[in-house]
C-alpha cells in the first residue's frame, strides 16, 4: 500500500464516518507534491489544498500489518496555494492473529485498539500555538446595544412613508418628495467603502459610533421646529440622508459582531437578531406613524383645512421628538459601554487571520459564485425594501385600503418575516451545513405570495377576490419568506467567501441590495402615476433569485475550520 493509496482511503473513511451534512462537500481530493524521509523517520507526504486549511488532528487506523498515525498540522490560510504536511508515521509492526482477522473484516470482537476513537486531539509538536476560546455573557449587551440601533434607524427611514397623506396635507410634500425620503437611505450607502475600511481597521466601536453620531445629527435637524416650510423641508431631507449615511454599519456589521462575540452554535441567531431589527423598526414605523399622526380624511374638517394641517405638524413633531431622546440616549450608551471584540475569542474562526482590506475586496469581486449569490440576495431583498417603503401608495391606489390598514399590513409583513428569521436562524444552527435548502424553501414561497398579491391587486382583470382578509394573507406571507431570508443569505455569505472578513462581505451585499432600492424608487419619481409595475417587478425578482440559488454550489469553509479544529 503507498502513502498516497493510503491517505486516500483513509480521507474516504473520514468522511463516511463523521457524518457533518454538507459540510462534507467541501472536502476537496488532496494531491501529492512530493515525499521526504529524513535520518529514517517517519515519511512525510506534502498535499496541496486550493480552498481550506486542515485542522490540527490525529487519526489512528490498522491494516494487516501495522498501525499508521496520521497528523494533519494547521497552516495559515492565505490566498495563495500553500501547501500542509501530512506525517504517516508507522507506530509499530504487529502480527495479526485470527481473531484480529475476523474484526477487522466485521465477523468477530474488536481489539482494545480498534476500539480507541477515530479522531483524537494532536499532541504532536506544531508551530501554531492553542486557540483558546471563551464566550462571555456581556455579548448580549454588545448584541441588545446594536440591534436598537438599528431598530432606530430604520424607524426614522421609514417614518414618511406610511403617513405620506399626512404629510402631504402637513408639509405640501408630493408623491416623488416621499420617494426622495425614502430613497436618502441608499444614497447613504454611497460611502460604504469608508465604513468598511473603517471597520477592518479601527474595529466595530469606531464605526458604530460614527453611525450612531449620525443619526443623532440627523435627528436633531429634522426636529427643528422652523416656520418657513420650504426650509423646513429641507432639513428633513438633510435628516434623511445623515440618517442613511448610518446604513451601511447597521444593516451589515450583523454577521462581524456574530462572529465576534458569539460560539459557531449561536452565529445564525445572533446574525438574524442583529440584522433584522432594523426592519423591525420599519414594522413599527408602520404601525407608530399611522396610530399618533391623524391621516387627513379622518379629521372632520368641516371647519378650517388650517386648523387640521396645524394639527397634523404638531403630531408629527412629536413623533420626531420622541425618536431624537431614544437616539440620543443609545448613542451615550454607545458611548460608555461597546467594546470592539471580547478580551478572548469565542471560536477558532474568530481568533484566524483574515485577508487585507484591498485583498478582501478583490477577492470578492473576482469570485463568481460570490457575485451569483449575491445577485441573488441583493434583486429581492432590493425590491421589497422600495416596495414597503412605498407600500401605503401600493395600496392605497388599486385596492382603496386605507392608511391605517396599510400600515398594519406593512406591520405585520415585517413582524413575521423578523420572527420566522429568527426561529430559522436558530434551525439552522442546530442543523449545520443546510442553508441552501432552506434559502430554496423561502423563496419559492416567496415567488407564489408575491404572485398571489400581484394578481390580487389586479383583481379587474384577474377576477380573483380581493379582500382585506386576502390582502393580509398574501403581504404578510411576502415578508415573512422573504425577510427571514436575510441572515440565512448572510451566513450564507460568510461560509462561501471566507478568509474574507465579515463585515467587507456584507457591506458589499448590502450596497448592491441599496443600489437595487435606490434605483428602483430614481424610477419611481417619474412613475408615480400608476405603481402597480412595483408589483410585477417584486414577483420577478423573487423568481430570478430562486433560480440563481438552484444553481449555486455551496461551501462551508468557516464551519468546517471550526468543526475539525474544534475536534
Known sequence: M?????????????????????????????????????????????????????????????????????????????????????????????????????????????????????????????????????????????????SLLGFMQGMVWNFWGPIQNSA?????????????????????????????????????????????????????????PLTDHHF????????????????????????????????????????????????????ASFVIGPLVVPAPNDTQAAMVAAVSDSSIRDRIQLVMYAELAAIAVLFAAVLLYFPSRPPMPPSVAAASQRLSYRNSICRLLSNLRFLMIALAYAVPTGVIAGWAGVLDMVLTQPSHVVQVDAGWIGFWSIVGGCVFGVAMARFADSIRG????????????????????????????????????????????????????????FELFIETV???????????????????????????TFYCTDVSWLNWCLTGSCLFSLVLILFFRESYDRLYLDVFVSV
Open 498 to 524: 471566507y478568509p474574507v472578513p465579515e463585515g467587507i462581505t456584507c457591506g458589499v451585499v448590502t450596497f448592491l441590495g441599496n443600489l437595487v432600492t435606490g434605483l428602483l424608487l430614481f424610477f419611481l
Open 168 to 224: 402631504a396635507h402637513a408639509y405640501g410634500f408630493t408623491k416623488s418628495d416621499i420617494a426622495v425620503l425614502v430613497l436618502w437611505g441608499p444614497v447613504g450607502f454611497v460611502p460604504w467603502l469608508l465604513f468598511m475600511w473603517l471597520m477592518d481597521k479601527k474595529g466595530l466601536r469606531a464605526s458604530l459610533l460614527l453611525s450612531a453620531f449620525f443619526m443623532l445629527l440627523g435627528a436633531a435637524l429634522r426636529s427643528i
Open 434 to 489: 443546510m442553508l441552501k435548502l432552506i434559502l430554496v424553501l423561502m423563496l419559492a414561497g416567496a415567488s407564489l405570495s408575491s404572485t398571489w398579491f400581484t394578481l390580487t391587486c389586479l383583481s379587474t382583470f384577474t377576477h380573483l377576490p380581493s379582500t382585506a382578509a386576502i390582502l393580509y394573507t398574501s403581504c404578510i406571507l411576502l415578508g415573512i419568506f422573504i425577510n427571514s431570508s436575510v441572515p440565512i443569505f
Open 2 to 146: 503507498t502513502v498516497y493509496g493510503f491517505f486516500i482511503g483513509l480521507q474516504h473513511l473520514i468522511v463516511k464516518l463523521l457524518h457533518f451534512g454538507s459540510v462534507v462537500r467541501a472536502i476537496a481530493p488532496l494531491k501529492p507534491m512530493h515525499q521526504t524521509s529524513q535520518n529514517g523517520g517517519p515519511a512525510t507526504t506534502v498535499f496541496t489544498r486550493e480552498t481550506i486549511s486542515v485542522g490540527a488532528c490525529a487519526v489512528k487506523l490498522s491494516d494487516s500489518n501495522r498501525s499508521y498515525r496520521l497528523d494533519l498540522f494547521l497552516v495559515d490560510r492565505t490566498p495563495a496555494r500553500r501547501p500542509f504536511p501530512v506525517v504517516v508515521q508507522p507506530l509499530r509492526p504487529r502480527n495479526l492473529n485470527r481473531t484480529d482477522k475476523l474484526a477487522t473484516m466485521g465477523a468477530g470482537s474488536s481489539t482494545e485498539a480498534e476500539r480507541e476513537p477515530l479522531l483524537v486531539p494532536s499532541h504532536a509538536e506544531t508551530n501554531s500555538p492553542p486557540v483558546n476560546s471563551r464566550v462571555y455573557g456581556r455579548r448580549w449587551l454588545v448584541l441588545t446595544l446594536f
Open 232 to 283: 423646513r423641508r429641507w432639513m428633513i431631507h438633510v435628516g434623511q440622508l445623515l440618517n442613511g449615511l448610518a446604513g451601511p454599519t447597521i444593516m451589515s456589521a450583523g454577521p462581524f459582531l456574530s462572529t465576534t462575540w458569539f460560539a459557531p452554535d449561536q452565529r445564525a441567531t445572533a446574525t438574524a437578531v442583529a440584522s433584522l431589527f432594523s426592519y423591525l423598526g420599519s414594522a
